[in-house]
């Protein structure tokens, strides 16, 4: 039997403040972010906590990602957890740096490097919600290079 398809993609806004109270407290939510650290196989992670700036920096030492590995893990649910994975790898349904972060935050920024190549997105809720459109951000070189100025006292690279 035939059946009729509509396509019914989630409106952005409604979904990314469900994806805000999924239950998180603010130690597991930064667990689970570190858990992408580990699973980078960094073997140092520094959190630093900005109260003047209103942010949480994590920082490591982990292989990085080039822009295209970026935007694929910015995605929401990128990961099939079908997949097989090394034992190490913490992550599972390509949810977990996201949600942990909606959880404390509006603004998920991540600048990486690989190859000498930086890279970088932001997911902004208030402009996600604006828009009602999945749109990641990027900054330009001149922004980017203000960001980690700004966080330049703070993290030891």
């Known amino acids: 039997m035939a059946k009729t398809k509509h396509e019914s993609t989630p409106h952005a806004k409604m979904l990314l403040v469900a994806l805000r109270s ?70 599972r349904f390509g949810l977990g740096m996201k949600t942990a972060t909606f959880s404390m935050a509006k603004n998920l920024l991540v600048i990486t490097k690989k190859n000498n190549q930086i890279s970088n997105a932001e997911w902004d809720l208030d402009e996600v919600a604006h828009e009602d459109k999945w ?19 703070l993290v030891d690279y």
């Open 22 to 91: 999924v239950g998180y407290t603010n130690e597991t939510a930064i667990a689970d972010i570190i858990d992408n650290s580990i699973s980078g196989a960094a073997t140092e992670i520094e959190l630093y906590f900005d109260w003047d700036n209103r942010r949480i920096i994590i920082a490591d030492n982990g292989f990085g990602m080039q822009y295209e590995e970026l935007l694929e893990a910015m995605e929401i649910g990128s990961a099939d957890p079908n997949e097989v994975r090394p034992s190490e790898d913490l992550g």
């Open 135 to 153: 749109e990641l951000s990027e900054y330009d070189d001149n922004q980017i290079h203000d960001v980690l100025s700004s966080v330049d006292s």
